[in-house]
């Protein structure tokens, strides 16, 4: 079993900058395809990126591409997400998942564990 701890978020103006990251504990990273989902008030978790086992591969919702980049560090055992020209409807809790099996999967019910999150706000 891993546990996932989220760090990093914060309170940014729109077109800013932040860098999440999800440190994992209790088994090595390397296991995991990785992702990073979020929610909005009175909204459904939505995916927002995810990555392979190794990095070699990712996916993001249409919405953050070009703006977000997932990675990790299976040495370190973090995946990062790296959020750049941030906007307001950008605000939401963000959570880290692993997921023990391939493929990467935009369906929340397919990942395993959860963090408990960590709070970005956008301000216009």
């Known amino acids: 079993q891993v546990q996932l701890v989220e760090s990093g978020g914060g309170l940014v103006q729109a077109g800013g900058s932040l860098r999440l990251s999800c440190v994992a504990s209790g088994r090595t990273l390397s296991l995991y395809f990785m992702a990073w989902f979020r929610q909005a008030p009175g909204k459904e978790r939505e995916f927002v990126a995810g990555i392979s086992r190794g990095g070699s591969r990712t996916d993001y919702a249409d919405s953050v591409k070009g703006r977000f980049t997932i990675s990790r560090d299976n040495a370190k055992n973090i995946v990062y997400l790296q959020m750049n020209s941030l906007k307001p409807e950008d605000t939401a809790v963000y959570y880290c998942?692993?997921?023990?099996?391939?493929?990467?999967?935009?369906?929340?019910?397919?990942?395993?564990?959860w963090g408990q999150g960590t709070q970005v706000t956008v301000s216009s």
């Open positions: 998942a692993a997921r023990r099996v391939g493929p990467i999967t935009t369906n929340r019910d397919g990942y395993d564990y």
